[in-house]
């Protein structure tokens, strides 16, 4: 493995149900495929960046940002599909994907995730024997959900609320 030689590959489907065009929303004024795109553009152990999406506003965003555009097929890009699915089509159809590489896979739809945090998990990576390393964030908020017109904190013991 060449760890010093490494391909981002950043899944940004396009048909987003909750938020519409959610990789294009932006923060600060840039879109989170910006973001993504930026953050690794910095890093001197990065090769390449691609953004695999079905989405040509999403692949136009992508190229002006420095990025390399793959084209996702709609079998892969429906509500069921997975992330993996996108990561897989990308190493086993795009001829700019060297073999050798090691794959940091990023989700533009964590824009927090910080140069830092990205720089710690690589010299993790490359000072172990793991395969993958990945980066949490422990999350205080509460989660809320309403079952049966009950309003309840899923991630708190003991703190329902009326």
């Known amino acids: 493995m060449n760890k010093l030689n490494y391909l981002v590959i950043i899944p940004a489907r396009g048909g987003s149900k909750s938020i519409k065009n959610k990789n294009l929303q932006k923060i600060n004024e840039k879109s989170l495929i910006q973001i993504s795109i930026d953050k690794f553009k910095v890093l001197d152990k990065i090769s390449s960046i691609i953004v695999t999406s079905d989405n040509d506003e999403i692949l136009k965003e992508a190229k002006n ?3 390399i555009a793959w084209k996702r097929s709609k079998t892969i890009s429906g509500d069921t599909a997975t992330s993996e699915s996108a990561l897989k089509d990308v190493l ?3 001829q700019l994907v060297n073999p050798d590489q090691d794959i940091i896979f990023h989700q533009c739809t ?3 995730l910080s140069i830092n945090s990205i720089e710690e998990a690589l010299i993790k990576f490359e000072n172990t024997n793991s395969s993958c390393v990945f980066t949490v964030q422990e999350e205080y908020n509460p989660i809320w959900s309403v079952d ?3 309003i309840k ?3 708190a013991k003991d703190l329902n609320r009326k």
């Open 148 to 150: 049966d017109e009950k």
């Open 92 to 94: 086993e159809n795009c």
């Open 110 to 112: 964590s824009p927090l």
């Open 65 to 67: 940002h420095g990025a």
């Open 153 to 155: 904190i899923l991630n």
